[in-house]
């Protein structure tokens, strides 16, 4: 039987997933969980989102901006969240075999102009 408190941090977890769809990676122009650099998403005790993610290089002139852009979309999309951690990892290793199908689309639309 599932509880209300496992309905509800699946329907936070839901939010927050839906909420890094709108974070765009600049460079590739597109949102950083069809490309595959979002791994998890845990909803704490006491409203604490920590999302695990990853960046397509360690050496992505991007990681700062992105990182905060994440905290950034959790915390206007669900106000009431008292800390959302970030941690960026590189094991495992991002390639593009982690790039969605809608985000594999996006890149061919953006190539082609």
């Not at 290089?57 to 852009?69: N, R, V």
């Amino acid at each position: 039987m599932t509880t209300n408190h496992n309905e509800n941090e699946k329907a936070v977890q839901e939010s927050v997933w839906e909420a890094l769809r709108e974070v765009i990676d600049p460079e590739l122009q597109v949102n950083v969980v069809d490309l595959g650099l979002i791994y998890d998403v845990d909803v704490w005790p006491e409203n604490r989102i920590q999302i695990t993610m990853t960046m397509t290089t360690p050496a992505c002139p991007l990681s700062g901006y992105l990182k905060g852009a994440v905290e950034t979309a959790v915390h206007e999309a669900l106000t009431d969240v008292n800390a959302v951690i970030v941690n960026v990892v590189w094991s495992p290793a991002w390639s593009p075999a982690l790039i969605t199908p809608a985000g594999l689309e996006q890149l061919e639309a953006n190539r082609r102009g």
